[in-house]
């Protein structure tokens, strides 16, 4: 009897105490002179970058199980300051937003994890990963050492550091390196402001390896001594070595933190596509040359709810990003692999360690296409408008304190003839009703600012839909992103004035917006409508919205992000694991055709895959 109760002590000690010593086991991960350190022995990162917010947590695994079977060691994400803290003082790090569970996951999954935590992240992202509260603190500046952005910048980190500073690989957790902000050489080139981001980090408790990644022309004017410099957009290996041993007292190792084996879209431009052929010849150059690396995308999913960001300067057009992040990656959007992946996984098969196998490709994903789905419930965006805000002249979104979505700017004046109205500084789409009834549109990306209106004899209403296409994620007018109607609007040569304006963030859709009788549908005003449909088997899905003009959708409440007639995109990804046996449901947000009433879906995504000019990373 004792025997068996000493076996059984035994057996709960070995399944309760040793697994927590196991997970708590620390490395060392360090520099030499040529290579990373893994314990004392040379260790290549093999890397692809993977953001969690814009894979459905739900399907965070799988998309890790491909990492490893294209023989990856390591994955890299930003961590997105407006997700975490959306409006001031309120955090949030739950559900898709939990980054700590996406770590700790990747280490269960055997994957290391370098991690990006700096407040501009960039990444084709709202306000580049910036709230959009942050340009309502008076004398803020963002990426400056204004005591104001400072003070904001310490309460968000230190929040980031509670999460993710006891998974770096020096507390036992996967975490290899943690950089320090974000390609800043691109931006300025003030060596105090960059040691205050580290010393804020080392007060956060990242207190593991640092280092700073800057474009390749770049690296001088954005790395702090001391860190490890890493390089982007470069793949040729003795180019990367001099410029790393220029900034790092002659030594290395070498990390190329962003290779672009492919690219992102923006509305109204092709499909951006690069053939693997085009960069299986450089993976292998790097990799046979004992470079790191990190893929930029692996894996880039989906940029859901009005969460993309653009691109502007002073030679390109106001340029919105497209939902759809799906950047011609190995993996595609919904996490299948593509030609890319193989030809990719091939490469580094080469290169492994001898002995090593790669666990085999998961197969497909099943995808299926839905009945033609109808849409019974229609409301009127007029009629479900919540309680307004007046002021003489136009407010903006930060006015308001919203963040993303739409506001109803609506006023009265005069009628009779016809005058030019011009909205001074729109963004970023305005549709523009007298009486309800839809008289024109206008868009920043074509430069328009107004259009002549013929207004009826009397009192006329005058409605101006602003939608927020996404601020600017990169370069110098991040200190220019406030959204709405920013400055006036003139009708003739007079001001117009006394406005009432209408919040429409549509941060949750749901029953409460069919309430009211639709009126609008005959005067083409914008629409909400709904619908469901049932299903006895779930797979991955796209809606096809070839037929509808301008809008939104959800599924069973999650945002599939933006659809427009422009293109590239012309179908929304839903994740199978958004869909249920059984009933579920589809809201449309529809600005341009509300006489539409039929969703239909296919198996495979619409991008336009059209051949693209010469790839060169621009942010």
């Keep these: 009897m004792k025997r068996v109760l000493h076996l059984f002590l035994l057996f709960a000690f070995a399944i309760t105490i040793l697994p927590a010593v196991a997970q708590q086991a620390k490395h060392i991960f360090a520099l030499g002179d040529e290579n990373f350190l893994l314990d004392g022995k040379p260790f ?10 814009r894979v459905p947590r739900e399907a965070w695994r799988h998309r890790m199980k491909m990492a490893k079977a294209m023989g990856l060691n390591t994955i890299g994400t930003y961590v997105f300051w407006n997700l975490h803290e959306p409006q001031k003082g309120k955090f949030d790090f739950t559900g898709n937003n939990d980054i700590a569970a996406f770590v700790k996951m990747a280490q269960e999954e055997g994957l290391w994890v370098v991690l990006r935590p700096s407040p501009y992240v960039c990444a084709e992202w709202e306000f580049g990963g910036y709230p959009y509260w942050l340009q309502n603190e008076k004398g803020l500046v963002v990426r400056s050492k204004s005591p104001e952005f400072l ?16 998974l770096q690989i020096n507390h036992g957790g996967p975490v290899l390196m943690v950089q320090v902000e974000n390609e800043y050489g691109f931006y300025a080139s003030d060596k105090e402001y960059l040691d205050l981001n580290r010393k804020l980090f080392l007060e956060a408790g990242f207190d593991g390896l640092l280092y700073t990644c800057d474009p390749a022309a770049k690296v001088a004017q954005g790395h702090l ?6 390089v982007n957009g470069l793949d040729k290996p003795e180019e990367v070595k001099k410029i790393v041993r220029t900034n790092h007292n002659g030594k290395g190792p070498y990390f190329i933190a962003e290779w672009y084996p492919a690219w ?3 509305w109204g431009a092709p499909h951006h596509t690069v053939p693997a052929k085009n960069y299986t010849g450089r993976l292998d150059t790097v990799l046979a040359a004992g470079l790191s690396i990190n893929m930029y995308m692996f894996h880039g999913g989906t ?3 009005f969460m993309n960001g653009a691109n502007f300067s002073d030679t390109v057009a106001y340029e919105p990003q497209i939902s759809s992040y799906d950047y011609d990656a190995p993996l595609d959007e919904a996490g299948n692999a593509t030609p890319k992946f193989m030809a990719f996984r091939n490469v580094i098969e080469k290169h492994l360690p001898a002995g090593t196998k790669l666990p085999a490709v998961p197969a497909a994903k099943p995808a299926i296409a839905l009945p033609a789905i109808q849409l019974t419930q229609t409301a009127s965006l007029f009629d479900v408008l919540p309680a307004p805000k007046k002021n003489a002249t136009p407010l903006t979104f930060e006015d308001l304190n919203q963040a993303y979505g739409f506001v109803l700017y609506r006023t009265k004046v005069a009628g009779g003839g016809t005058k030019v109205l011009k909205i001074k500084d729109l963004r970023d789409y305005g549709l523009v009703y007298v009486n309800g009834k839809r008289v024109g549109v206008l868009d920043r990306r074509l430069k328009q ?9 009397g009192e006329v209403q005058l409605d101006i839909l602003v939608e927020n296409l996404g601020r600017i994620n990169f370069g110098k007018y991040l200190l220019q992103n406030r959204k709405g109607i920013t400055e006036k609007v003139m009708l003739g040569k007079q001001e117009v004035k006394n406005w009432q304006m209408f919040g429409l963030p549509f941060d949750q859709v749901d029953a409460s917006l069919f309430k009211s009788k639709s009126t609008a549908t005959s005067a083409n005003g914008p629409v909400v409508k709904r619908g469901t449909f049932t299903l006895t088997q779930t797979g991955d899905t796209y809606l096809d919205m070839q037929a509808w003009g301008k809008g939104s959708v959800w599924v069973n409440g999650h945002s599939l992000g933006r659809y427009w007639g422009i293109g590239p995109q012309q179908t929304l990804y839903v994740p199978v694991e958004w869909l249920k046996k059984g009933q579920n449901e589809v809201v449309v947000l529809e600005l341009l055709k509300p006489e539409q009433k039929t969703v239909k879906s296919i198996s495979t995504p619409i991008l336009g895959r059209l051949p693209s000019p010469a790839v060169g990373k621009s942010n």
């Design 264 to 266: 992102f879209d923006w």
């Design 225 to 230: 001594p001391g860190l490890l410099p890493a």
């Design 44 to 53: 290549q990162m093999i890397s692809g970058e993977l953001h969690y917010p």
């Design 449 to 457: 600012d107004s259009l002549s209106v013929t207004l009826p004899k």
């Design 151 to 166: 003070a904001e910048y310490r309460a968000y980190i230190q929040q980031v550091g509670k999460q993710l500073a006891p």
């Design 303 to 305: 940029t859901r709810g």
